[in-house]
């Protein structure tokens, strides 16, 4: 589900998600054929596996050709918006905050319901405080891939910084139900803070009998 990072405030949220998808594996050559010749057939792997697929296993291993590969992908319309997902990811860890955020929204040109791009944007969007436009990605990442536990953690933390103390316990109770019990409970003290200020906020409103 990735790794936990911090921010502002102490709360945790979890960081980016990698494209990890392979566009199609890479078939065993000698299971095409179940009497193979036996002079068979040396097949490139890196051709067969195509740019994408080179510069994702680079990046699995944190090597910084990825970067190259994944322009090298784009070049060649291989995974185009999977790859301008990933170019970003890379330029933000660089330090390349404007170059991440063009790396993102590209992705989003190329196929406006990429979810990784979405919630991705929505994190870089997060670290700049701009805090509307990080729950906008949140939710919408959320609407394309509703099983993916981290974008409605995320959502949790920004809808209670915007204030919207209910729609935060909502998202955080999604969490709780598509992760294990035991990641679950780690968010519990998160969720009771939250209905401990919900509650507050609903005292002060009523006031004193």
Same mark, same amino acid.
């Given at each position: 589900?990735?790794?936990?990072?911090?921010?502002?405030?102490?709360?945790?949220?979890?960081? #980016?998600?990698?494209?990890? $998808?392979?566009?199609? +594996?890479?078939?065993?050559?000698?299971?095409?054929?179940?009497?193979?010749?036996?002079?068979?057939?040396?097949?490139?792997?890196?051709?067969?596996?195509?740019?994408?697929?080179?510069?994702?296993?680079?990046?699995?291993?944190?090597?910084? $050709?990825?970067?190259?590969?994944? /322009?090298?992908?784009?070049?060649?319309?291989?995974?185009?918006?999977?790859?301008?997902?990933?170019?970003?990811?890379?330029?933000?860890?660089? =330090?390349?905050?404007?170059?991440?955020?063009?790396? #993102?929204?590209?992705?989003?040109?190329?196929?406006?319901?990429? #979810?990784?791009?979405?919630?991705?944007?929505?994190?870089?969007? #997060?670290?700049?405080?701009?805090?509307?436009?990080?729950? *906008?990605?949140?939710?919408?990442?959320?609407?394309?891939?509703?099983?993916?536990?981290?974008a409605y953690f995320n959502l949790a933390l920004v809808?209670?910084?915007?204030?919207?103390? +209910?729609? =935060?316990?909502?998202? *955080?109770? $999604?969490?709780?139900?598509?992760?294990? =019990?035991?990641?679950?409970?780690?968010?519990?003290?998160? *969720?009771?803070?939250?209905? /401990?200020?919900?509650? =507050?906020?609903?005292?002060?409103?009523?006031g004193p009998a």
């Open positions: 589900m990735g790794e936990i990072i911090e921010f502002p405030g102490q709360r945790p949220k979890f960081g #980016f998600k990698r494209v990890s $998808k392979r566009s199609k +594996a890479v078939e065993n050559p000698a299971q095409l054929n179940l009497f193979p010749q036996p002079t068979a057939q040396i097949v490139d792997l890196a051709t067969a596996l195509g740019s994408f697929g080179q510069a994702l296993l680079w990046d699995e291993r944190g090597d910084a $050709k990825a970067g190259e590969l994944y /322009r090298k992908a784009i070049e060649e319309g291989d995974c185009i918006a999977d790859a301008y997902c990933n170019l970003g990811i890379i330029e933000s860890q660089q =330090a390349n905050t404007g170059r991440a955020f063009d790396c #993102f929204t590209t992705s989003l040109k190329h196929n406006p319901r990429h #979810f990784e791009a979405h919630y991705n944007l929505g994190n870089l969007y #997060f670290d700049a405080n701009d805090f509307r436009l990080a729950q *906008l990605h949140y939710e919408l990442a959320a609407e394309v891939d509703p099983s993916f536990p981290n809808r209670a910084i915007n204030n919207d103390l +209910a729609a =935060a316990v909502n998202a *955080l109770t $999604k969490y709780q139900q598509l992760v294990p =019990a035991e990641a679950g409970r780690n968010a519990e003290e998160l *969720l009771n803070n939250l209905k /401990r200020s919900l509650a =507050a906020a609903k005292n002060s409103r009523v």
